[in-house]
């Protein structure tokens, strides 16, 4: 993943702002529904899909993420998966 640039600006308040760019929010968004489902994304055998989705909803725009992470067990040695 690119180094996510952050620019800070202060005057009375502190605002933070960056751009996360297209590859690096569908990796940022599947790490974080690995990490609920206990599954580490940089082991062998698992990779995963993000589909950002933007639509119109009945008053403004509405935005979802589709994630879908596959575990390939036939290319792992062990699965960094953790018990529930």
């Given at each position: 993943?690119?180094?996510?640039?952050?620019?800070?600006?202060?005057?009375?308040?502190?605002?933070?702002?960056?751009?996360?760019?297209?590859?690096?929010?569908?990796?940022?968004?599947?790490e974080?529904?690995?990490n609920?489902?206990?599954?580490?994304?940089?082991?062998?055998?698992?990779?995963?899909?993000?589909?950002?989705?933007?639509?119109?909803g009945?008053?403004?725009?509405?935005?979802?993420?589709?994630?879908?992470?596959?575990?390939?067990?036939l290319?792992?040695?062990?699965?960094?998966?953790?018990?529930?």
């Amino acid at each position: 993943m690119s180094e996510i640039k952050v620019r800070t600006q202060s005057a009375n308040t502190t605002t933070h702002y960056a751009v996360i760019r297209n590859g690096d929010l569908e990796r940022l968004i599947a790490e974080q529904v690995a990490n609920a489902a206990g599954i580490s994304l940089n082991v062998d055998g698992v990779s995963f899909k993000c589909y950002v989705r933007t639509s119109m909803g009945s008053i403004d725009f509405e935005s979802k993420a589709e994630v879908t992470i596959t575990i390939d067990h036939l290319k792992q040695d062990g699965i960094a998966e953790v018990e529930s």
